[in-house]
């Protein structure tokens, strides 16, 4: 049985071999990235959509990709994964499933590729040259319309990834695109007053609570009672952590503790002090005469 399509987002870095981020199957979670590339592989024909984010991993802007680079071009699986001498297999795909592909590509990382033209296979080049000259369609073009145009839900899809409200983890591809001040009182569909809700959370709106959204992006519900709640959906591409420090032969942080004993001599075992009456004999234990009273328990 052939494998079917899943949706996929992966770092532009992973993808190129840089590092080994592991990449995101959104609703399910992380897959290493070995096994991303074979899936990207698999759905050579897939859909691509790319994120630009700047250092802090949050979304400057999105859009879709008609380039795609050869299968022959991405990086092959590790040696281990693979027969010696064998060349790397790529998975059959499924034309009827072909799932979706969200390349993550850090503005930093896409500047330096550009201007390097040996940094990247030649296939990788119209793709780079697209995302670089790729601005589509302005967001706010059209604020008096009921409903946002593809490349505004796309936007804001990315930016938000989940519901709005607090706590909330519905998918922001399978809620409302919700106005932040209604479209019936004057709100206009722009970037700056839309945002994911699902079906039951968009519904508290009508039942008492209130929505701000004082920076794009940034959420404020507020109950019935008085109480607010600050939501924010973490970034698209967050900064990987920091290199764990590697030990050196004379760093002392890292040293053992036991090499600086004396091995040599006898073996000394610590005893607590005693006194003098624990030389003395202790009473017997009670016989057990008492067998049919309950435990003390």
Same mark, same amino acid.
């Given at each position: 049985?052939?494998?079917?399509g899943?949706?996929?987002?992966i770092?532009?870095?992973?993808l190129?071999?840089l590092d080994?981020?592991?990449?995101?199957?959104p609703?399910?979670?992380?897959?290493?990235a070995?096994?991303a590339? %074979?899936?990207?592989?698999a759905?050579?024909?897939a859909p691509?959509?790319?994120?630009? #984010?700047?250092? @802090?991993g949050?979304?400057?802007?999105?859009? #879709?990709?008609?380039? *795609? /680079?050869t299968?022959?071009?991405?990086?092959?699986?590790?040696?281990?994964?693979?027969?010696?001498g064998?060349?790397? /297999?790529?998975?059959?795909t %499924?034309?009827?499933a072909?799932?979706?592909v969200d390349?993550?590509v850090?503005?930093?990382?896409?500047r330096?590729?550009? #201007?390097?033209? #040996?940094?990247?296979?030649?296939?990788w080049?119209p793709?780079?040259d697209e995302?670089?000259n790729?601005?589509?369609? /302005?967001?706010?073009?059209? /604020?008096t319309?009921?409903?946002?145009?593809a490349?505004?839900?796309?936007?804001?899809?990315?930016?938000?990834r989940?519901?709005?409200?607090?706590?909330?983890?519905?998918?922001?591809h399978?809620?409302?695109?919700d106005?932040?001040?209604?479209h019936a009182?004057g709100?206009?569909?722009?970037?700056d @007053?839309?945002?994911?809700?699902?079906?039951?959370?968009?519904?508290?709106k009508?039942?008492?609570?209130?929505l701000?959204?004082?920076?794009?992006g940034?959420?404020?519900w507020?109950?019935?009672?008085g *109480?607010?709640y600050?939501?924010?959906?973490d970034?698209?591409?967050?900064?990987?952590?920091?290199?764990?420090p590697?030990?050196?032969? @004379? %760093?002392?942080?890292?040293?053992?503790?036991?090499? @600086?004993l004396?091995?040599?001599?006898?073996?000394?075992?610590?005893?607590?002090?005693?006194?003098?009456?624990?030389?003395?004999?202790?009473?017997?234990?009670h016989p057990?005469t008492?067998?049919?009273e309950?435990?003390?328990?």
């Amino acid at each position: 049985m052939r494998r079917r399509g899943v949706h996929l987002q992966i770092s532009l870095a992973t993808l190129l071999g840089l590092d080994d981020r592991p990449a995101e199957l959104p609703t399910l979670g992380p897959i290493p990235a070995s096994r991303a590339r %074979d899936l990207i592989r698999a759905q050579h024909r897939a859909p691509w959509r790319f994120a630009l #984010t700047d250092t @802090d991993g949050r979304l400057l802007r999105a859009g #879709t990709l008609r380039r *795609r /680079p050869t299968a022959e071009d991405l990086p092959p699986p590790p040696p281990s994964e693979t027969s010696p001498g064998a060349a790397s /297999p790529v998975p059959p795909t %499924d034309p009827a499933a072909p799932g979706l592909v969200d390349l993550l590509v850090d503005a930093a990382l896409l500047r330096n590729l550009t #201007t390097d033209p #040996t940094a990247v296979p030649p296939s990788w080049r119209p793709v780079l040259d697209e995302i670089t000259n790729s601005h589509g369609r /302005p967001l706010d073009d059209a /604020p008096t319309d009921r409903f946002p145009h593809a490349a505004l839900r796309r936007h804001v899809e990315f930016r938000d990834r989940i519901c709005t409200f607090t706590g909330c983890l519905a998918p922001a591809h399978h809620t409302d695109l919700d106005h932040t001040r209604d479209h019936a009182h004057g709100g206009p569909t722009t970037a700056d @007053d839309l945002g994911p809700a699902c079906r039951h959370d968009h519904g508290l709106k009508q039942r008492g609570w209130t929505l701000t959204q004082p920076e794009p992006g940034i959420f404020v519900w507020r109950s019935p009672l008085g *109480r607010e709640y600050r939501t924010r959906s973490d970034p698209l591409l967050p900064p990987p952590p920091p290199p764990l420090p590697v030990a050196e032969d @004379d %760093d002392p942080c890292c040293a053992d503790p036991l090499d @600086d004993l004396d091995r040599s001599g006898p073996l000394i075992v610590w005893r607590p002090a005693t006194d003098d009456h624990d030389d003395e004999p202790r009473p017997p234990p009670h016989p057990a005469t008492d067998l049919d009273e309950p435990p003390p328990f």
